[in-house]
């Protein structure tokens, strides 16, 4: 499956699937699921960037030593590139991450005429405003989607981690070939286009969480899978743990 737009009736059978794969996790794991912080706009994306290829522990903890540190996103913009790095030292690759956090906060200043906040996307349809914001230097779908979604805007755009990518990706909501990337806008197409930010929050969720918790990257749990009926990568590999060790022959 190529990341070109679906047919109608390949869409419309997955999205039925995806439907009934979301209901069933929500009752595994509780839905409505609370958001779990409600920075301003701004704020999230600067904690998206911090978080690439890094754990949630550590790049919280960058997010708060760069607050304490400095008063505003002003200051940080401003700031040697070498505060701001020494702040973030826990991330991965802050020598990186700290000068691309400024380049991005002056993007946005000159873009807004001066005013470093992302408060006006809200105004936007979702789409526009993840244009808008993938137009800025290091931000990508999964960026601009958090930022949309885990902010106090609340708005329904879909994040894709590697958990909900690798759960999709077995189920068959998408193929195993299509990158991290691509998949987010055929895994959004596949979601009623009427779900408010809390049904799209706990669809991003639920996948999440089923792959820390039962569709592991090593040795997946499918005989405690609640969606094993319609996976068919957990039907296969039970399958073949079930089948006969080949015979050794007769001897003549």
């Not at 439907?19 to 595994?28: M, P, Q, W, Y």
């Not at 301003?40 to 607050?67: K, P």
């Amino acid at each position: 499956m190529s990341s070109l737009p679906l047919l109608p009736d390949l869409l419309s059978e997955l999205a039925a699937k995806a439907l009934r794969i979301h209901e069933r996790l929500c009752t595994e794991y509780g839905c409505p699921i609370a958001f779990f912080h409600s920075h301003d706009a701004l704020s999230e994306l600067v904690s998206s960037l911090l978080s690439h290829r890094t754990r949630n522990a550590s790049s919280g903890a960058a997010f708060r030593q760069l607050r304490a540190r400095f008063p505003t996103w002003e200051a940080v913009r401003d700031a040697p590139c070498a505060e701001v790095q020494d702040c973030i030292s826990a991330v991965t690759w802050p020598e990186q991450k700290a000068p691309r956090i400024q380049q991005v906060l002056q993007r946005i200043t000159v873009l807004r005429d001066g005013a470093l906040s992302l408060d006006f996307l809200k105004t936007l349809p979702v789409r526009e405003a993840r244009d808008w914001l993938e137009s800025l230097p290091g931000v990508g779908p999964k960026t601009s989607a958090a930022t949309l979604l885990f902010s106090d805007l609340r708005m329904p755009a879909l994040p894709v981690d590697s958990h909900h990518h690798r759960v999709a990706a077995r189920l068959g909501l998408i193929s195993e070939s299509v990158p991290v990337g691509p998949a987010h806008a055929l895994l959004e197409a596949q979601l009623p286009k009427d779900w408010d930010a809390q049904r799209v929050y706990d669809n991003h969720e639920v996948l999440m969480l089923h792959g820390q918790r039962c569709c592991f990257f090593r040795s997946p749990a499918c005989t405690r899978c609640v969606v094993l009926d319609l996976c068919p990568t957990g039907q296969a590999r039970l399958a073949s743990a079930r089948s006969p060790q080949a015979s050794e022959p007769e001897p003549p």
